[in-house]
């Protein structure tokens, strides 16, 4: 069974630094694209980068600067680097990828569970 999970939320200080992991388990054949949304208490679940299977990334306007998405595919992670976080960062990060899980290599989305972070002082 196909498995992703997110770690390295927390709580962390306006200004400060956290890492998220996204770890998938599992037969995998080929991961496609990787993104990390988040969503905050009341609000829409947002996209906030995305990697490409040819390791090309995107971010949306309001964390671009501030947030870097890498993957390392021999170790099936993909990482969300945030720095100089603010409060209004705070939310649950989600990842979400697109895997090929069997021998048809049909493309399937993924998501983990979520893990939360909160910025505050």
């Known amino acids: 069974q196909v498995q992703l999970v997110e770690s390295g939320g927390g709580l962390v200080q306006p200004g400060g630094s956290l890492r998220l992991s996204c770890v998938a388990s599992g037969t995998i054949f080929s991961i496609d694209t990787v993104n990390w949304y988040r969503q905050a208490p009341g609000k829409q679940r947002e996209l906030v980068a995305v990697?490409?299977?040819?390791?090309?990334?995107d971010y949306a306007a309001f964390v671009k600067g501030r947030f870097a998405i890498s993957r390392d595919d021999a170790k099936k992670t993909v990482y969300l680097q945030m720095n100089s976080l603010k409060p209004e960062d705070t939310a649950v990060y989600y990842c979400?990828?697109?895997?090929?899980?069997?021998?048809?290599?049909?493309?399937?989305?993924?998501w983990g569970q979520g893990t939360q972070v909160t910025v505050s002082s």
């Open positions: 990697v490409d299977s040819a390791g090309g990334t």
């Open positions: 979400n990828a697109f895997l090929a899980t069997d021998h048809t290599l049909r493309i399937r989305d993924y």
